[in-house]
């Protein structure tokens, strides 16, 4: 088996996903071609030595549609040669695109592929990709709802907290170290090298992520409705303990202080064999 190298990593910035966020006049495309040009211009790299570009992306509708991974080299006008594919594993899609470039690499296929992923939420809303299944899968998706009971994500994550004993303090006081930790190494420099600047709408460059939310306090988080208590306790509860009927309830425990981000962003590595020196 061949041994895989990380020779370089760029990310652009995170931007809020919203359509006042800093990155939401740019298009997708341009975000992933962003990075790519950054890695030719930092590396030096012929991009005609890259056998494959493969970027994970969650919903592949809309401006994400067809094949992003192959618009993005396009859009970074690397050569016609070059060739690109998208993934989907959903939050997983980004490292699934990795895990897929190192499997070639490490196979012998390949000496040199760009990995990554990218996203505006800003653009393509979460669950634009869903068409009629709704949240519900009994309506939309009745065979397959018939056999598993399925729920989103967030009634999910809080089905995982009840089994695993996270109180609302534990996930509060996790998402405030992780705000401090985030404030630090921004304030220490530590994303410099890796984050790409983007112009701005005012011709500026963004060069720092605008999701962090340094405020952030126990004071504030404990305030935060549950986002997913209302939905739950209407339907979607009763689905998920349909399986789990050890427990007699659901602890609702996430909102949108202590869950993950909304943003717009794009970010790859160049992955390749000894040989790719």
Same mark, same amino acid.
């Given at each position: 088996?061949?041994d895989v190298y990380?020779?370089?990593?760029?990310?652009?910035?995170?931007?809020k996903?919203?359509?006042?966020?800093?990155?939401?006049?740019?298009?997708?495309q341009n975000?992933?071609?962003?990075?790519?040009?950054?890695?030719?211009?930092?590396?030096k790299l012929?991009?005609?030595?890259?056998?494959?570009v493969?970027l994970?992306?969650?919903?592949q509708v809309?401006?994400?549609s067809?094949?992003i991974a192959?618009?993005?080299v396009?859009?970074?006008?690397?050569?016609e040669s070059?060739?690109?594919?998208?993934?989907?594993r959903f939050?997983?899609s980004?490292?699934?695109?990795?895990n897929?470039?190192?499997?070639?690499?490490?196979?012998?296929?390949s000496?040199?592929i760009?990995?990554?992923?990218?996203?505006?939420?800003?653009?393509?809303?979460?669950g634009?990709?869903?068409?009629d299944?709704? =949240? %519900?899968?009994s309506? /939309?998706? #009745?065979? @397959?709802?018939e056999?598993?009971n399925?729920?989103p994500?967030g009634?999910s !994550?809080?089905l995982?907290a009840?089994k695993?004993?996270f109180s609302r303090?534990?996930?509060d006081k996790?998402?405030?170290e992780s705000?401090q930790?985030?404030?630090?190494?921004?304030?220490d420099g530590?994303f410099?090298?890796?984050i790409v600047?983007i112009?701005?709408?005012d011709?500026n460059p963004?060069e720092?992520?605008?999701?962090?939310?340094?405020?952030?306090? =126990? %004071?504030?988080?404990? /305030?935060l #409705?549950a @986002?997913?208590k209302?939905?739950?306790e209407?339907?979607?509860d009763a689905i !998920?303990l349909?399986?789990?009927k050890?427990?007699?309830?659901?602890?609702h425990?996430?909102?949108?202080?202590?869950?993950?981000g909304?943003v717009?962003g794009?970010g790859?590595v160049?992955l390749g064999?000894?040989k790719?020196k």
């Amino acid at each position: 088996m061949t041994d895989v190298y990380i020779y370089d990593h760029v990310r652009t910035p995170r931007g809020k996903g919203k359509k006042r966020g800093s990155l939401a006049h740019v298009h997708p495309q341009n975000l992933a071609a962003a990075t790519l040009k950054a890695l030719e211009g930092r590396n030096k790299l012929d991009p005609t030595l890259v056998e494959d570009v493969i970027l994970g992306c969650v919903s592949q509708v809309n401006e994400q549609s067809s094949c992003i991974a192959r618009y993005a080299v396009m859009a970074a006008q690397w050569p016609e040669s070059v060739p690109g594919y998208t993934v989907n594993r959903f939050c997983g899609s980004g490292l699934q695109a990795i895990n897929n470039g190192v499997g070639a690499i490490a196979s012998g296929m390949s000496d040199l592929i760009v990995a990554g992923g990218v996203e505006s939420m800003s653009a393509v809303k979460m669950g634009a990709d869903m068409g009629d299944l709704g =949240m %519900d899968m009994s309506i /939309g998706n #009745p065979v @397959v709802a018939e056999h598993f009971n399925l729920v989103p994500q967030g009634i999910s !994550a809080d089905l995982i907290a009840t089994k695993e004993k996270f109180s609302r303090e534990d996930v509060d006081k996790f998402a405030v170290e992780s705000q401090q930790r985030a404030d630090a190494a921004i304030k220490d420099g530590r994303f410099k090298k890796s984050i790409v600047p983007i112009e701005g709408k005012d011709g500026n460059p963004v060069e720092l992520d605008e999701h962090p939310r340094i405020e952030s306090d =126990m %004071d504030f988080l404990s /305030g935060l #409705p549950a @986002v997913f208590k209302t939905i739950g306790e209407k339907q979607l509860d009763a689905i !998920a303990l349909k399986t789990y009927k050890e427990f007699p309830s659901i602890n609702h425990v996430h909102t949108l202080g202590n869950s993950s981000g909304v943003v717009d962003g794009a970010g790859v590595v160049m992955l390749g064999s000894e040989k790719a020196k």
